[in-house]
């Protein structure tokens, strides 16, 4: 596992690791995570973008276009490689001027070994409140006609407390946060109609419209997991759909 110093930059790489850094057009390596990409983990002076060593680089000085692009050809190549874990650092966060809202969202569409930085995952309302035991996170997200970065998500989180916590955004718009207790047979009905669903499930990936996510955690592990697909006719997971945007007093989006 990586190793941080006490400023939360990355010292050590385990040897299935890649740390992911800004660069620039030139490859000029020289300044923040990028120049400990060339003095530790084989970053190359000149190469701009992609893998060199165990790092990453993805340019986020020349144009916004430019950054987007190679960010999407970055979690391509990371959906090739799953025995790899990405690091990322707050790439674009530097010198090259942006906030971390408004490079978070270009990560959304991400596989599970793209590990982004807490401010990252703060922007994107992902992040856990670690006090508690998350026993279930749901995402449900409507594509737009403009593709992936550009649509409703609506995400539940729901805790072994019985408490739910809700995030919903209209795309362009930042999310909406709000917190709900959950009844006791709210949350049976919830855990029964998934357990129903996952028995029914024939998986079918979404390219567009309207698609759902779900994992079910116990003692802290990852219990179950669907990734992000269709529920078209399977009926305990459409049922779970309209149960959640009840609890949360959502117009439903289904």
């Known amino acids: ?17 890649i740390i992911v850094f800004g660069s620039n057009g030139q490859g000029a390596h020289f300044g923040g995570a990028a120049a400990t990409a060339v003095h530790k983990f084989g970053a190359k002076i000149g190469q701009a ?5 165990q790092s990453y680089a993805i340019n986020t000085m020349d144009s916004e276009d430019e950054m987007v692009d190679q960010i999407y050809r970055f979690l391509q190549f990371a959906k090739k490689h799953p025995e790899l874990t990405f690091l990322v650092t707050e790439i674009g966060c530097g010198i090259a001027g942006y906030s971390p809202d408004e490079i978070a969202m270009y990560f959304e569409d991400r596989t599970k070994n793209v590990v982004l930085p807490k401010a990252f995952l703060y922007s994107l309302d992902e992040d856990i409140d670690e006090s508690k035991e998350i026993s ?16 409703d998500k609506t995400i539940w989180k ?29 949350y049976k009905k919830i855990f029964s109609l ?25 003692n802290g592990k990852l219990f179950y997991e669907r990734r992000l697909g269709h529920i078209y006719s399977i009926k305990p997971f459409e049922a779970l759909g309209h149960l959640l945007y009840g609890i949360a007093k959502l117009k439903d989006q289904q």
Not at 194 to 218: F, V
């Open 136 to 151: 279930l996170i749901v995402q449900h997200q409507c594509w737009a006609m403009l593709g992936p970065g550009n649509w």
């Open 1 to 17: 596992m990586a190793k941080y110093d006490n400023n939360g930059f990355i010292t050590e790489l385990d040897k299935d690791e």
């Open 158 to 186: 729901i805790y072994t407390d019985k408490t739910m916590e809700v995030l919903y955004r209209n795309w362009g718009e930042k999310f909406t946060r709000t917190k709900t207790a959950i009844s006791d047979d709210e």
């Open 49 to 53: 973008e992609g893998l060199q060593g």
């Open 194 to 218: 998934l357990k129903d669903g996952a028995k029914e499930d024939h998986k079918i990936e979404a390219l567009d419209g309207t698609a759902w996510q779900y994992e079910q955690y116990e």
